[in-house]
């Protein structure tokens, strides 16, 4: 099995950035998720084992970008011009090849909270 783990996480103004890291034991697609409290967890946005496909949701497109070195078996999350309503825990999760469809059970998540 796949084992994903996040870092990177922090505390920021808005505007600011935070790039987060999931290190995978293998390579594999991958996809962030978020989560409030009270709310469901939502995608962010993933990337294919290769790196040639990438999907964002709406709301972080044009601030966020997704990233993968596969040498560390690591993906990247930078999220530049970060707002309040990104603050959310943040996960990684093992994704389909084709991007819609998650695959891995999740890890223990990294804290984002972007202040106003």
């Known amino acids: 099995q796949v084992q994903l783990v996040e870092s990177g996480g922090g505390s920021v103004q808005a505007g600011g950035s935070l790039r987060l890291s999931c290190e995978a034991s293998e390579r594999t697609s991958v996809g962030w998720y978020r989560q409030t409290a009270g709310k469901e967890r939502e995608f962010v946005s993933a990337?294919?084992?290769?790196?040639?496909?990438?999907r964002y949701v709406e709301s972080v497109k044009g601030r966020f970008t997704i990233s993968r070195d596969n040498v560390k078996n690591t993906v990247y999350l930078q999220m530049d011009k970060l707002k309040p309503e990104d603050t959310a825990v943040y996960y990684c999760?093992?994704?389909?090849?084709?991007?819609?469809?998650?695959?891995?059970?999740w890890g223990q998540g990294t804290q984002v909270t972007v202040s106003s």
């Open positions: 999760s093992r994704m389909s090849s084709t991007l819609n469809i998650r695959l891995g059970s």
């Open positions: 990337i294919n084992s290769h790196g040639g496909s990438t």
